[in-house]
Every structure is written in structure tokens, then in C-alpha cells.
DNA sequence: AAATTTGCCAACCGCGGCCCG
DNA sequence: TCGGGCCGCGGTTGGCAAATT
């Protein structure tokens, strides 16, 4: 006999969550706590599975979630805690307090992989690729440390334009293009920088006009892509949270108002 | 400037494990 | 012990934005 559907999907909304829907989620649980997901929609008034709501708050509206780049520590430390646990994204998010394992599982596949291919590991094995030794005189870099393999990058990109490695999906293949070359260090090194410089980009800083959330959170950055003016009412997920403290009691949230506004710092 | 490709990430799907009656 | 129900996890997809042609 076949698993019965977690809950009734006809009828069920699916997709993107709109910001009334965040709300409603939002504050029902922070008024009320988490005991049953598949109630949870029922009684905060939402047509959407409990799956679907527990996936929400999980990776997108709790409160302490760190939200921004990864750093080239966390790089490094995620590649070494997949190499002892393989994919257990939620034992390697464990490891990262304020991260989602989906967060952590989608920077692999989009980020990490990539730099280990560029750098001749296999992101499977973490073991270096030696498909190319019987191709050419192609040089392999292998070095476990993220930080200085960059590093060694930025040194020899100034190197003679013969021996660019250009990835493909088995197999690296050497070519002598020189314009290939100077694009490949370009975007490895531009990637590092990018993540350092998330951070210096939110000069804008916002404060929670609730009293509650303001002896929480000194400081909530502000999302260099929202645009919300002071005393806008807008959802968690549109915050990137300054936590001092990763363990946040929830009875702080208990007299939070049913609306959140914004005010500009001073 | 328009069309196409690529990258990113939020959200969904289905399975496995755990709990409880 | 068994079966049903729920939760959590990992793989995958879809859609949007940015980059490229």
C-alpha cells in the first residue's frame, strides 16, 4: 500500500511564499510555538502543507539565521567535514550555527565543486584527479587548503599563457589560449573577493521599532536588494541578522506585536 | 537591444527512520 | 510486533536574475 500524502494537496497553494503568507507563519509561531507542522497551516490560516510551512521557517524565516556569503573558513570547513560525512548535509550544518543544510548543500553544488574541479579534486572523493597527467604537461594543483591554493592561483596567473586548464565535466584539457587563461584566474580570484566585500556592502543599517526585537538585535543589516522605506511592514526573510547570541530563547518572542515595522537607525 | 545561456537558490518530492497506539 | 502517521533528510526542479553572445 502506498505512503498516503502528508497532508490533503488539493486545494493547497504551491511556489513561492508572498510576504502576508511569511506573516501569518511568522507569527503564529511565535505567538503559539511549534508542536505539530501539519497543524501549524490549519490554524495559522494558511493553504499550504505543514511540509511545505516547516520548510519555510526553517531555511528561510528563522530568526537566527545567518544569512550572507560563506567565508573561505566555512569553505574549508565544509569541505573537510564532506569528506568525513559525504553528503549528511544536516550533520555538516550542524556544524555551522545560524546555516541551513540547504543553504550549506546548494553553496556545494553551485560553489564548492566547482573550485575543487578547477583546483583537480574530485569533489566526490576529495582525492586529486589524475586524468590529465596523460594529456600534456599540464600543471595540477593539489593543495586541501582553500585559502592558500587561492593564494598560489594569484601567483602563477602571471605565469607565460601556455598551459591554461580548461575544465570539463571528466576530464581537464590543456589549450594555449591565452584570453581563456586570464578569464579563468579573473573569475576564481573575483569569487573570493566577492564574499569578503557582502559584508562591507550593507552600509545601511535598520533597527526593529518592537521593543521586544530591539533587545534582541542591536543592529538588523539591510538587504542591499530591498528597498523598504521607514515603517514599512516586512517579513523576516527580508533581514540579514547581526546575532550575538546563536541560542535565542524563544519566550523572548512572547509579547512581540503582530506586526513588525522598520525605522531608520540613527 | 534582444535573445540566449548560465548561475543561483528557494521550494518541492519522495524515501527512510522514529514514535506511538 | 506491527502498522500508520509524522518528521527530517537528501536529491532534484523551476524560476528568476545576471552574464554572455
Request: glycine share 6%.
Amino acid at each position: 500500500m502506498g505512503r498516503k500524502p502528508c497532508c490533503e494537496k488539493i486545494g493547497l497553494k504551491r511556489g513561492p511564499w508572498t510576504i502576508e503568507e511569511d506573516h501569518r507563519l511568522i507569527n503564529f509561531i511565535l505567538n503559539n510555538g511549534i508542536h505539530c507542522w501539519r497543524v501549524v497551516p490549519k490554524l495559522a490560516g494558511l493553504l499550504r502543507c505543514g511540509k511545505s510551512c516547516r520548510l519555510r521557517w526553517i531555511n528561510y524565516l528563522r530568526p537566527d539565521l545567518k544569512r550572507g556569503g560563506f567565508t573561505d573558513a566555512e569553505d574549508d570547513r565544509i569541505m573537510e567535514l564532506h569528506s568525513q560525512l559525504g553528503n549528511r548535509w544536516s550533520k555538516i550544518a550542524s556544524h555551522f550555527p545560524g546555516r541551513t543544510d540547504n543553504e550549506i548543500k546548494n553553496h556545494w553544488n553551485t560553489k564548492i565543486k566547482k573550485k575543487m574541479k578547477h583546483l583537480g579534486l574530485d569533489p566526490a572523493t576529495h582525492e586529486a584527479m589524475d586524468s590529465i597527467t596523460d594529456q600534456t604537461e599540464s600543471k595540477q594543483i593539489t593543495i586541501p587548503n582553500m585559502c592558500t591554493t587561492i593564494k598560489e592561483k594569484e601567483e602563477t596567473k602571471d605565469q607565460p599563457k601556455d598551459d591554461v586548464i580548461i575544465e570539463t565535466s571528466k576530464t581537464l584539457i590543456v589549450t594555449n589560449n591565452g584570453k581563456e587563461q586570464a578569464e579563468n584566474s579573473k573569475s576564481l580570484y573575483a569569487e573570493e573577493v566577492d564574499i569578503g566585500s557582502l559584508f562591507e556592502m550593507q552600509d545601511k543599517e535598520i533597527s526593529i521599532s518592537s521593543s521586544s526585537f530591539s533587545s534582541l538585535y542591536s543592529n538588523i543589516s539591510r538587504s542591499e536588494s530591498s528597498s523598504y522605506l521607514a515603517g514599512d511592514s516586512i517579513s523576516l526573510e527580508q533581514w540579514d541578522l547581526d546575532i550575538t547570541d546563536p541560542l535565542m530563547p524563544w519566550d523572548l518572542f512572547a509579547n512581540l506585536g503582530d506586526t513588525l515595522f522598520l525605522y531608520d537607525k540613527m
